[in-house]
Nanobody
Framework: QTQLLESGGGVAQPGGSLTLSCSAS????????MGWHRQVPGKEREMVAQ???????MYAESVKGRFTVSRDNDKNTVSLQMNFLRPEDTAIYYC??????????????WGQGTQVTVSS
């Protein structure tokens, strides 16, 4: 089973920065989308940022201008640079890959999650 390994979570002060990284334990025929979602207790998981294999990036309105998502197709990794962090960014952040097999099967893969806490 494919594993997505996340790193970079932790504690930051408001206005500070953190960088999250995610890599896969195996290679894929094609990764359509790499991205990040987040979840706080009692709320649904929401998309934060994602980037397609063509390089098109999408962001939640709440993080536009502050977060930057990037992918390395050679290394099967995706990163999330988070600047100007706010207390409301506190959540568990999950890496997600949407893969396509040679047989045209689409699958979603999730990481275990990494805690990001923004607090003074």
């Amino acid at each position: 089973q494919t594993q997505l390994l996340e790193s970079g979570g932790g504690v930051a002060q408001p206005g500070g920065s953190l960088t999250l990284s995610c890599s896969a334990s195996e290679s894929f025929y094609r990764i359509l989308i790499m991205g990040w979602h987040r979840q706080v207790p009692g709320k649904e998981r929401e998309m934060v940022a994602q980037v397609s294999d063509s390089g098109r990036a999408m962001y939640a309105e709440s993080v536009k201008g502050r977060f930057t998502v990037s992918r390395d197709n050679d290394k099967n990794t995706v990163s999330l640079q988070m600047n100007f962090l706010r207390p409301e960014d506190t959540a568990i952040y999950y890496c997600k890959f949407k893969s396509l097999s040679a047989e045209d099967e689409i699958r979603n893969h999730w990481g275990q999650g990494t805690q990001v806490t923004v607090s003074s």
